[in-house]
C-alpha cells in the first residue's frame, strides 16, 4: 500500500457585499492550509461549474450571492452524488434595499435556498445573544458550552428535515426589515442538512464588516466589526466542520 496521502481538492466561494469579505476569505484559507493535503481553488461566486464538479467539498462564505438556476441544479446534483457543503453565514441570503429604507428579502431561488435548508429573512440589531447545544452528543458540538455570541442572530426560513446541532431562541424586532415582527422561537444556528448522498452544513455565525464593506451605501463606515471572528469556539466550529465536509475524502483516501 503507498505511504502517499490522497490529494483533497476544495473550492472556496468568498464573495458578495456588506461584509469583510478579505478577512473571512483569508481566516478560512488558513484554516484550510492546516491540512497540506487540502488545496483550494478560490472563487467569488458560483459560476465555475467545472472546478466544483471536481470537488470533494465545497466552503462558502457570502452574502447577496445568488447562483443562476443552471448553476442551482448543478450543486444540487452533486450534493446528491455525496458532495459536502459548508454554507457559512449569509450564503443564504438574498438583499434588496428599498426606496423607504427598508431591507427585503425576496424569495427568488427557493431551488437554492431549499438545497441549502434555509433562507435568511432578518436580523435584529447586533447584539449579544446565547447560543445553546441541541445535540450535546454529536462529534461537531461535543464537549461545546453554552456561549454567547455578538453576531448577527438570524432569523431565517427553514426547508426539509435539519438536524440541528447549536440553536438560539428569539422573540422580538428585526428593525430595518420588511418582515420585522418574529414570535418566540428557536432558530438553527449550526446544522446538517441531508441532500441525497451529500450533505450541506450551515453555521450562521461569522458577521464581520470593515470600513470599506458598505460601499455605496456608506462611504466609511466608522466601527469595523469582527462578530463570532473574535471567539474561539467559532474557530473551534469552523475546524469540526471543514474536518466533516473533507472526512469522506478522507477515508476514500485511506481505503485506497
Known sequence: MSDVKRRVNCVLIAGGKYHDIDFARLEILKLLAEDDRVRV????????????????????????????????????????????????????????????GLVDSPRWAPHFMQTLGSMFVAHPPIAPYRVTVADPGHPLVEGVEPFDATDELYLSE?????????????????????????????????YIHTVGAGAVLYLTLGHCRGHYDMQPLIDFYPEPEKGSWALPVFYDLLRRGLGWVKAPALAEGAAG
Open 41 to 100: 481553488r478560490v472563487f467569488e461566486d458560483y459560476s465555475n461549474l467545472e472546478a466544483i464538479e471536481a470537488a470533494d467539498f465545497l466552503v462558502s462564505y457570502t452574502c447577496d450571492v445568488t447562483p443562476s438556476l443552471v448553476q442551482q441544479e448543478a450543486l444540487r446534483a452533486w450534493l446528491e452524488r455525496g458532495g459536502r457543503w459548508y454554507a457559512l453565514h449569509g450564503t443564504n441570503s438574498i438583499l434588496r434595499f428599498l426606496s423607504n
Open 158 to 190: 427553514y426547508y426539509g428535515a435539519l438536524h440541528v446541532l447549536l440553536e438560539t431562541e428569539f422573540e422580538g424586532e428585526a428593525a430595518g426589515f420588511v418582515e420585522s415582527r418574529w414570535e418566540k422561537a428557536r432558530h438553527p444556528v449550526f
